[in-house]
């Protein structure tokens, strides 16, 4: 069960945090990611994670913006989002998964998702 909070409505070069809190396994089994869809668009990889934090990959599109990471004694999974930009308006989800990837069919659990807009 994945649970995304940390979402809402920012200006244009504002920074922002999503926050994924996982249960009812063991978070550390699973690799993690945050994909995302903006309206009427289809949803898109932003960034992937493996189970102990140590290989990251990221959308060209947020590379150097965005920053994903996990707790795993938490089991919660971040997002954290700087230099926003419009473009980036969309419900963001997480998932987790068995193997690292930008494709969403290979993730097992998803979150229900968090909006975040960004005005100009």
């Known amino acids: 069960h994945l649970v995304e909070s940390g979402g809402g409505l920012v200006q244009t070069g504002d920074s922002l945090r999503l926050s994924c809190a996982a249960s009812?396994?063991?978070?550390?089994?699973?690799?993690a990611g945050w994909f995302r869809q903006a309206p009427g668009k289809k949803r898109e990889f932003v960034s992937t994670l493996s189970r102990w934090g140590g290989v990251t990959n990221y959308a060209n599109s947020v590379k150097g913006r965005f920053t994903i990471s996990r707790d795993n004694p938490k089991n919660t999974l971040y997002l954290q989002m700087a230099s926003l930009k419009p473009e980036d308006t969309a419900v963001y989800y997480c998932?987790?998964?068995?193997?690292?990837?930008?494709?969403?069919?290979?993730?097992?659990?998803w979150g229900q998702g968090t909006q975040v807009t960004v005005s100009s």
């Open positions: 009812g396994g063991t978070f550390n089994n699973y690799v």
């Open positions: 998932a987790a998964g068995t193997n690292m990837s930008t494709q969403e069919d290979r993730y097992h659990y």
